[in-house]
């Protein structure tokens, strides 16, 4: 069978045949491999490709594509820092601790293994998506006592359906207590949550998107006018969220490679978005008209990227592979700072984030061992670069596929196979 892909090809290789009287030659082709000689073409069609460029030296094709490649590189830079110059707003850090410890502040059972974590911009809910096709919404009560600000309402918790198969991905509007949802069952709903003062009042169902792919990743633009999603398949997708319509970039070359698109994020204010593809490349795109303005490729050795975070303040991306590695780059010259964590043969899933408001991230790896899962969770400080914090003991022998910062508190929220939903809260010991 030919590949679909070079079907024209070949037919224009026995048009050709046919033009210089190579008549049998081209029957017992197409004969054998069922493909006919396109006779729309003008005559001498593939000759006269071959005589334009195919006796240019290799020397001459090899220095052009160089250049050619400079400058395009050299372009994209640009582009980066212009859209960087006038999008920047800062974003006051808080200290870095002296010493950093951990604490379990809650922990909420869910009734099937979990996948995807989310929280609200205002804090007041936190959603939990997995195996089961539901979504587990808790809402939370402000305390404002000294090692916490809120704590969870599991008595007013409500469960979301519409899905008939795994979530995978969830987010919400950044202005609005919507919340998006979607899964391997290509279908992306949107829910109305009624809350208010902890508690849960009423849910319902806005719409639903149906797509072709499973959804992989989501993230509303900071407009909360736009969703963007990463699928099984390497085309992006920006869906307007009033009109449900599609949109992406009109240059397909552009795209990823192959494979799906498995984390995605924008930046505060949502001038670049960032992609991350199983084709093993970073992509970053002008989100105004969706154009790809550069591409950092084989980013962790030619292994698929599994997650990617851009920090508040634009200086930093973070990115996890599935080699198990974790990279820092800085933004603003387009360069790898360094890496965390090493290569290993048994890595299933690396994932990162940062911590909002605060130089440190943090990463979480699953290892299979005989066919057991377990996961690995480290701290990090972005200012030395240097191991802050082993988490691994706050979770066990479970898995943690997902996990976010918490939007206004150091402390991460997290989504596992053991059902659970765990806050870790970071802190100094000696305050």
Sequence with gaps: MVEPERLFFYEALLQQLVDDGFEDAAALIESKYKVKPNSMLRKDHLFDIFNKCGYLSSRVLLESKLNEEEDVLKCGKNRVREVLSYTNVPVEMNPDLNEVSYRIMAEILNHKPSRCVA????????????????VRVIPFINVLNKREKRKPNTLSTNTLSGHIEQVDALDFHPRKNVLASGGIDNTIIFHDINTSNGF????SEMKRINDMFSIRCMKFHPCGDFLFAGTSNSIIRLYDVVTSKCYTSSKTTHQHKGGGINGCDFNLLGSLLFTAGSDGSILIWDSKNLECIYSMDSAHSDLPVISIKCDVNNHYLLS???NGITKLYDLRMLKEITSYGHERNNCIRTFSTFINNYNYFITFSVLSDNNLNHSEGSLYSINNSSLVLDITSAFGQTTIWDALSSNDEFSVITASEDSKTQIINFYDPNL
């Design 320 to 322: 996890s592979g599935l």
């Design 119 to 134: 929280q609200s911009h205002d804090c007041s809910l936190v959603a939990v998506g997995g195996v089961s096709g539901s």
């Design 200 to 203: 849960i009042y009423s849910t």
